[in-house]
């Protein structure tokens, strides 16, 4: 049996990492939830327990054997050498180690061999729109190799956190109420908006943008693929949504791509004529474990591509499912 910390418990991830922890009934004999000075003190739901919140702080891991990080970048940098120092193996949810050459990126069911070498006792969790992307690609990267990726991303507000989606919910009630609406998350309204709120990167690209171009080609395993995205926000509390256009090595067809994701792990394939209202949606894949790909398409342009409509819960998949599914894997 297994002690397992969560940094960052009480914060939207932490709190679904908690929640998976207990649905898919993780063999722990022991769940720590740690958090800042601020939460400490709280309590949390678990297993039909009560924990008591404790303060995060260089001590906080002796004995810990699994330590699931959502504290964000800055937590991670100092805490996450810390807890591998005391002998636990760190999961990390920020973009902190992404990038690390000595840190494997890991999607369990895209790249599970990453975890043979773990130089630092660290593995980070992609980000989240990364995540569900790669799970619905990879079975077809693996017969036809991709060379290129065009993505458009329409990413939900629960991924810039709690306050976020208080937000829109209170401007979706101000613009009811015939009032302007209060801003101070986003950098512009998002109630019935769409908006790019991502800190700067270079080249013209958000932060987030670069992390699908980079993580992409690091989980894949493939420098060569091309990635060209472009991320926005848009007023939906759970649920990340892609438009993803392929292009590869070898012309792949609609009817064998469906063929290859039918079965594939961790997708839930959405197949039929195209009907109004009959693809994935968010409000749908929300507190569910699929990636879902729907609206699979041969391009009418590109002869050999393909078009797809990918949607997962970013809260689950795109984060706290994807770190647990990583802790299970350790445990085997």
């Not at 991670?76 to 760190?90: M, N, Q, R, T, Y």
């Not at 000595?102 to 980000?127: H, M, Q, R, S, Y």
């Not at 690209?205 to 980079?214: A, D, I, N, P, T």
């Amino acid at each position: 049996m297994t002690t397992v910390a969560v940094v960052g418990a009480t914060g939207a991830v932490g709190r679904e990492m908690l929640r998976t922890l207990e649905r898919r009934n993780f063999p722990a004999k022991r769940v720590i939830a740690l958090a800042s000075e601020r939460s400490a003190g709280s309590k949390l739901d678990f297993n039909g327990k009560t924990l008591t919140v404790e303060k995060l702080g260089p001590e906080s891991f002796a004995g810990v054997d699994i330590a699931l990080f959502s504290a964000g970048a800055s937590t991670s940098k100092e805490f996450a050498p810390i807890a591998a120092a005391a002998g636990a193996v760190v999961i990390d949810n920020s973009s902190a180690w992404r990038m690390d050459p000595d840190v494997p990126l890991v999607v369990p069911e895209v790249n599970p061999g990453a975890l043979t070498a773990l130089k630092k006792g660290i593995i980070a969790n992609p980000n989240c729109s990364t995540i569900q992307m790669v799970v619905a690609l990879k079975p077809l990267h693996d017969v036809a190799r991709i060379k290129h990726i065009v993505v458009s991303t329409y990413q939900a507000t629960s991924g810039k956190g709690h306050a976020a989606v208080q937000e829109l919910k209170n401007q979706i009630a101000e613009l009811g109420q015939g009032k302007a609406p209060t801003i101070n998350v986003f950098p512009a309204q998002i109630a019935l908006n769409v908006v790019s709120d991502w800190k700067p990167g270079t080249d013209g690209y958000s932060e987030e943008e670069l992390k699908m171009v980079h993580e992409t080609k690091k989980i894949m395993g493939d420098s060569s693929i091309g990635v060209t995205p472009t991320c926005v926000r848009v007023p939906v509390v759970s649920g990340h949504s892609e438009s993803v256009h392929v292009t590869f090595h070898e012309p792949l067809s609609a009817a064998r791509a469906r063929d290859l994701l039918r079965n594939a792990p961790g997708v839930k394939l959405v197949e039929g004529e195209y009907r109004p209202g009959g693809e994935p949606q968010p409000i749908q894949a929300a507190d569910t474990d699929p990636v879902y790909v729907g609206r699979v398409r041969d391009d009418l342009a590109v002869p050999g591509a393909l078009n797809l409509w990918i949607v997962s819960d970013n809260l689950r998949k795109g984060a706290a499912l994807n770190a647990v599914q990583i802790a299970e894997l350790l445990i085997r």
